[in-house]
């Protein structure tokens, strides 16, 4: 009976989670409603800085959320770092050549690329250091609590966990961008790399492990953006 107040305990925080990164977007309303921001006439700029607030809110509340986890975790991830980095680049290198070749695949079907990729390098044009951060700091951080950390709490089985986090982080990366069936087999490169994320976090047993390939993946895509 306990175990399963425990569980039922876990799958709700783990959906309260999910929705605040699905409705984040709202923390936007502070600045908007406090600085009198038109809607009408945001620039893409301004629209950076209104994502990187957002980030910073979901960050901070997500951190509260988790600070015991997180606590421990980092202990976890200090007395063996090297180890773990070891483990986490085999990852993470596995996960980039399957994104890259399923990549590879469907752009040889229809061309062009990912519309969440479009619109990350559209941010990156309109400021260029700030989404540095967002991207490649904030992002990473948020989305491991996110589709990692939250998950593993309520799946036990290894496999189960690395396929449903894989598939949710990959769906989330294209819902909102979908114009036609080509665009919806963009989940499997963003789910590739998720589960490589999700496997390494399984094997190690801490979250700061997919959480550093994670930033380190994201800043070099927008080093290579800006460059």
């Not at 989670?17 to 984040?24: H, Q, R, V």
Request: charged share 10%; with cysteine; glycine share 6%.
């Amino acid at each position: 009976m306990k175990k399963d107040i425990i569980l039922i305990e876990k799958i709700g925080k783990t959906i309260l989670t999910f929705l605040l990164f699905y409705y984040s977007s709202l923390f936007q309303l502070i600045p908007i409603m406090l600085l009198n921001i038109d809607l009408n006439n945001l620039s893409g700029s301004m629209n950076v800085m209104l994502s990187a607030f957002s980030s910073c809110c979901l960050l901070f509340v997500l951190f509260f959320m988790y600070r015991n986890d997180i606590n421990r975790e980092w202990n976890i991830f200090k007395k063996d770092w090297i180890d773990h980095l070891d483990f986490g680049v085999r990852c993470w290198a596995i996960g980039l050549f399957l994104m890259m070749a399923s990549n590879l695949v469907i752009n040889s079907l229809a061309g062009g690329v990912a519309g969440n990729e479009q619109t990350v390098q559209n941010m990156i044009s309109s400021l260029p250091w700030l989404m540095l951060i967002n991207a490649g700091i904030l992002a990473p951080i948020n989305e491991e609590i996110i589709f990692r950390k939250s998950f593993k709490n309520i799946f036990s089985n290894k496999w189960i966990f690395v396929l449903v986090s894989g598939f949710v982080f990959g769906l989330m990366h294209v819902l909102g961008n979908v114009n036609s069936w080509i665009d919806v087999l963009y989940i499997i490169p963003y789910g590739a790399l998720g589960g490589a994320f999700a496997y390494a976090y399984h094997k190690t047993d801490t979250i700061f492990t997919p959480i550093a390939f994670h930033m380190f993946h994201n800043i070099v895509l927008v080093l290579v953006s800006i460059f």
